[in-house]
């Protein structure tokens, strides 16, 4: 299975929510969950999907070590932080759009799927 950069996941109930695979990939593994390259979960399995995916988030989630302001010597010296754009992205903040979009498609009573972007 060879995945592209990114997958789209869509639904009727709500935009589209990009998202690398290799983060999706092992979140939907470890609630019960297979990821391919193109799939779909329907209506019906949503609300039990969305709390398995909640579990797996919760439980990284506590595992996460947040940075510290003092890990930096000099605050006023923005050279000493790393950019944004590398820096380490929580996984509940990462995983939010993702949630938020199963959950409207199961209020909806709609399928959310993905496939390559």
């Known amino acids: 299975m060879l995945f592209r950069s990114v997958v789209a996941f869509r639904s009727k109930a709500a935009g589209e929510v990009i998202m690398f695979p290799d983060h999706v990939k092992p ?16 209506a019906a399995d949503l609300p039990k999907a969305i709390v398995a995916i909640e579990h797996v988030i919760d439980e990284l989630a506590s595992l996460e070590v947040p940075p510290q ?5 000099n605050e006023s010296d923005e050279f000493d932080k790393p950019p944004a754009m590398i820096a380490p992205v929580a996984i509940r903040t ?13 209020d909806k009573g709609v399928d959310v799927h993905w496939e390559p972007y």
Request: aromatic share 14%; no cysteine; net charge neutral.
């Open 94 to 106: 990462r995983f939010y759009p993702l949630i938020r979009h199963l959950k409207k498609a199961a």
């Open 27 to 42: 979140i939907f593994e470890k609630a019960g969950l297979v990821f391919h390259d193109r799939g779909a979960i329907l």
């Open 69 to 73: 302001d003092d890990d930096y010597d």
